[in-house]
């Protein structure tokens, strides 16, 4: 998303805040802030519209107080942190529900992130999206790779609960 964004003439650079829902667009010395505007907004899609300054909305504010905004450089890394997050909590409750055993709960963690790394690295290698739930189908084909990848640390039974149950917990 923000490589399209940062396509967009007149955009020096493009941010988006931790939450992936707030972007901060820096305009070039030239822009014509009207026209960029309007491209940004189609950009993002319906829903998405543009904060006037002085800006009093907290996420906006946060850019002036030193949180935490990504530019195109680094945002794969906060999606590589997500997949991290994702995984040992996911990991974690499919083994309690499916009572596996500590190895394999270890096994089933580094298994799912580096799926979910896949998928975001791919989506990410796209240029982004704007579709609000692209994760649904990115994360179901990485749901089958992790239950196929699984089968030789569980048994085909739970390989397949598994894959149910991690469809429960997305």
């Known amino acids: 998303m923000l490589a399209r964004l940062n396509a967009i003439s007149g955009v020096a650079c493009s941010h988006v805040d931790a939450t992936g829902q707030h972007f901060l667009i820096e305009l070039g010395s030239e822009a014509n802030d009207e026209k960029v ?8 899609g319906a829903g998405s519209q543009k904060l006037e300054a002085p800006w009093d909305e907290p996420h906006a504010a946060g850019w ?16 590589f942190l997500e997949a991290r997050m994702l995984s040992a909590r996911w990991s974690a409750r499919a083994g309690k529900e499916l009572g596996l055993p500590a ?26 999206t704007s579709e609000r739930t692209w994760y649904v189908r990115a994360f179901a084909s990485a749901f089958d790779r992790v239950a196929d990848r699984m089968k030789g640390a569980i048994s085909r039974d739970q390989a397949e609960a598994l894959r149910a149950v991690l469809d429960r917990l997305l």
Not at 37 to 44: D, K, P, R
């Open 37 to 44: 505007s309007a491209q940004v907004v189609a950009v993002l």
């Open 103 to 128: 190895e394999a709960v270890r096994e089933l963690g580094e298994v799912l992130r580096e799926e979910l790394d896949r998928e975001f690295e791919r989506v990410h290698a796209q240029g982004g």
């Open 64 to 79: 002036t107080r030193g949180e935490l905004w990504l530019d195109s450089n680094n945002i794969l890394t906060l999606s």
